[in-house]
Nanobody
Framework: QVQLVESGGGLVQAGGSLRLSCAAS????????MGWFRQAPGKERELVAA????????YYADSVKGRFTISRDNAKNTVYLQMNSLQPEDTAVYYC?????????????????WGQGTQVTVSS
């Protein structure tokens, strides 16, 4: 059983920063791509950032490019999302997801396991 547990969410003022962590179970974490998604009230879930199995390739949504950084530490079975210059539009529940392949993907269906989500609220 794969378990993904997000942490690090909270309330922050516009312009502030948060660092989300996703701790994964399983011995095979290091061979799979990982992604961070978010879903705001009344909106569809969207991919924020993704990273390949070895961290060599990353993807960022245009809305967060230059502000967010995804990284992973395979020795700790953990993926991170550093979020800087946060804006109210970033308010959402953020989900960590494990891909079914080693290659990075922007397609939701390529992710097989999901965390419970962590709330990020950015006040103006």
């Amino acid at each position: 059983q794969v378990q993904l547990v997000e942490s690090g969410g909270g309330l922050v003022q516009a312009g502030g920063s948060l660092r989300l962590s996703c701790a994964a179970s399983g011995r095979t974490f290091s061979i799979y791509a990982m992604g961070w998604f978010r879903q705001a009230p009344g909106k569809e879930r969207e991919l924020v950032a993704a990273i390949s199995w070895n961290g060599a390739n990353t993807y960022y949504a245009d809305s967060v490019k230059g502000r967010f950084t995804i990284s992973r530490d395979n020795a700790k079975n953990t993926v991170y999302l550093q979020m800087n210059s946060l804006q109210p539009e970033d308010t959402a529940v953020y989900y960590c997801a494990q891909g079914m392949y080693s290659s990075m993907s922007t397609r939701t269906n390529d992710y097989g396991y999901w965390g419970q989500g962590t709330q990020v609220t950015v006040s103006s």
